[in-house]
């Protein structure tokens, strides 16, 4: 096990999805010294890979790839997970057991200016995989890499006439009864609205990830397995927050305050997830 920082280096690259024909294009996302960690994207609905190489100073030098997983951006850290690691050269360090991980989460520390490399045995010969490196730089392009392949909302972003007019102008239409003009202010007040519940339901997000990386830090064994659990939880303590005290209002006043209770239990848990 290797948990000496700053006896490793790495770099991390992401390569964003290329037009047809062409090689994906690289994009660093933190360079720590030597060692390289790259990612590129998928073609043809294929996962995209990461292609590392993992080198000591006087000490072993491991290569592998892996397939990309899940992509999860904080406000402080970043996040990748990857499946199915496969040595291309040379073998991890790790005491008896000198075979690949199956799976590994990548933490960005963006503050700290760390990388962080993390695997729980499963059982059998799979191995603890522990590594931490520090003294970190992030390259410029790197987050709107990772945005890229992060998956899209599950809801249109945006207040475009096609957007307030649709989705929010039935629900205006739902609860009262107005005028052609009226409905249609309405509609789009109430998208304006929902702008901010977004963005309080973003900031939640990106607070629950954060939450999720810095438990990773010192986890080990079955706590590190647990440490996606504080996802779930937060949105246990969200329904329990969304359901307590319902709304009394009526009609499209009462649009807006459920907008405004959803906002606040964002806030609440994302100060403490």
Not at 52 to 75: C, D, E, H, K, Q
Not at 78 to 84: F, K, M, N, Q
Not at 166 to 180: D, F, I, M, P
Not at 206 to 233: T, Y
Request: aromatic residues 4%; hydrophobic residues 40%.
């Amino acid at each position: 096990m290797h948990r000496c920082a700053s006896r490793f280096a790495v770099v991390v690259i992401l390569a964003v999805t290329s037009s047809a024909g062409a090689a994906p294009a690289p994009v660093s996302i933190a360079t720590c010294g030597d060692s390289k960690l790259e990612v590129v994207a998928g073609s043809n609905g294929s996962a995209g890979e990461l292609h590392a190489v993992i080198a000591l100073p006087g000490g072993p030098r491991w290569s592998f790839t892996a397939n990309l997983g899940l992509v999860r951006l904080g406000a402080k850290t970043r996040t990748i997970t990857v499946e199915d690691v496969r040595t291309q050269d040379r073998k991890p360090a790790r005491g008896d057991k000198d075979v690949a991980p199956s799976s590994l989460f990548i933490d960005v520390l963006v503050g700290d200016k760390k990388v962080l490399l993390r695997h729980a045995s499963e059982g059998g010969t799979d191995p603890e995989y522990v590594t931490d490196l520090d003294r970190c730089s992030f390259g410029a392009g790197g987050d709107a890499a990772l945005a890229a392949l992060v998956p899209p909302p599950a809801e249109p972003v945006g207040c475009a006439p096609a957007i307030a007019h649709g989705t929010y102008r039935a629900q205006v239409t739902q609860v009262a009864k107005l005028s052609e003009a009226d409905a249609d202010r309405e509609a789009q007040a109430l998208c304006d609205d929902h702008q901010k519940t977004i963005e309080a339901r973003t900031q939640l997000e990106q607070a629950i990830s954060d939450r999720a990386a810095q438990d990773r830090i010192a986890a080990r064994g079955a706590a590190l397995l647990r440490s996606e659990e504080v996802r779930m939880k937060a949105w246990n303590r969200i329904d329990g927050c969304l359901g307590a005290d319902p709304s009394k209002g009526h009609g499209v006043a009462a649009l807006h305050d459920g907008e405004a209770k959803q906002r606040a239990c964002y806030k609440k848990i994302a100060a403490k997830p």
